[in-house]
């Protein structure tokens, strides 16, 4: 997976990604990589999903212990009060693209919104988001909802075209020269991904609930790609067909932003049940309980430490890793682009190199 520097920056991908996000890529204390750069709390619980259900139990335990381990709170409460305030308005990315059989919970929805509401947020204040308003109907994480808690989703559902404006900033964008074959590179709209107007004109502060999974294109799916793929439009560009694939340098370009850089705040994987091929689209037979979760304020110390367990079940089903991996009948595409993470990393986002990551690990019982 490991790319030389000298080698990343002769790509031309990778020379307009750091163009597009040299303003304001300093880091933030308070966003990306956080308080707590390089630490990753994983926490494991044998109880936590019987016959396919989360347990409530186990998962408000897990819960508790990640964030009061991560933030070294005295308590529940106090954890989230380190990181969020009365008078913030927090949006939640969701993951709901592999359908209800392998999108965020609602139990671990509920626990986030809980502490939110332990430190003051009010209800009307915490929007549940992702970018197509279907998917969360059809995951049915609408009806998770308490009363008061908004949802919203950017666009109404997919579309090939992927240029509707309705719920992106036309003020906030990444602008990369990749476009879709047949569109015109000199004009604008096909070189730019806007941001959705929930992260730019609603939420001050982030929180991003990936699930873990393997991706066809992106190699993994966890915290990075939650956000560049599931908040901005005109995204399909960077990874059209198996060969003309630039997830790469597109998912840290997007991530980059000063917008994502600065509001958000805190990560949750969600690994009860996780998916080591075929992805993102949530194929039973490449869904495995993991009964883990993982904490963190860094998304590449994360991606990198969840990509180890992606790495480990492949092994154990006597497959390749995702980096090394070739195109197969669920997986079609020419090369998983891990590389994301590393970028993401040397661009200042979080901690890449494992010398400099500290995964602590918690079993429950």
């Not at 990778?14 to 597009?20: M, Q, T």
């Not at 592999?98 to 332990?118: E, F, K, M, Y």
């Amino acid at each position: 997976m490991s790319l030389r520097r000298r080698e990343l920056l002769k790509s031309p991908l990778l020379a307009a990604l750091i163009g597009a996000t040299a303003k304001g890529s300093s880091p933030v204390k308070n966003g990306m990589p956080g308080p707590y750069p390089g630490r990753v709390i994983e926490v494991r619980h044998p109880d936590s999903i019987q016959n396919g259900v989360y347990q409530s139990g186990p998962i408000e335990s897990m819960m508790h212990k990640g964030m009061t381990e991560l933030t070294s709170a005295p308590a529940w409460p106090d954890a989230w009060k380190s990181l969020f305030q009365k008078g913030d308005v927090v949006a939640i990315k969701v993951s709901p693209v592999g359908g209800p059989n392998l999108c965020s919970d609602a139990l671990v929805l509920n626990q986030i919104i809980d502490g939110l509401r332990q430190a003051g947020v009010a209800a009307r204040d915490i929007i549940v988001f992702s970018r197509y308003r279907r998917e969360i109907v059809t995951a049915g994480i609408d009806k998770w909802l308490p009363a008061g808690v908004r949802w919203t989703g950017a666009s109404e559902d997919y579309d090939e075209v992927q240029l509707d404006m309705d719920g992106y900033d036309p003020n906030v964008y990444m602008e990369m020269a990749l476009t879709k074959p047949g569109e015109d590179p000199n004009d604008a709209r096909f070189r730019r991904s806007h941001v959705a107007k929930v992260l730019t004109q609603e939420a001050n502060k982030l929180i991003n609930l990936p699930v873990l999974k393997h991706h066809q294109s992106a190699g993994v799916t966890i915290c990075l790609k939650n956000m560049s793929h599931g908040m901005v439009n005109n995204v399909n560009r960077s990874h059209l067909t198996p060969t003309l694939n630039a997830c790469g340098a597109f998912i840290p370009a997007v991530v980059s932003l000063p917008v994502f850089r600065k509001k958000a705040v805190l990560h949750i994987c969600d690994a009860v049940k996780a998916q080591w091929h075929g992805g993102p689209g949530g194929k039973p037979e490449f869904v495995w309980e993991h009964k883990t979760m993982y904490f963190a304020t860094d998304p590449v110390a994360l991606d990198k430490t969840g990509l180890k367990a992606l790495d480990a079940q492949r092994a154990a089903k006597g497959m390749q890793s995702i980096a090394l991996s070739k195109p197969d009948k669920d997986s079609h595409f020419m090369n998983c682009q891990v590389e994301h993470i590393e970028i993401a990393g040397m661009l200042g986002l979080g901690k890449f190199n494992d010398k400099d990551i500290s995964v602590v690990k918690f079993e429950l019982a």
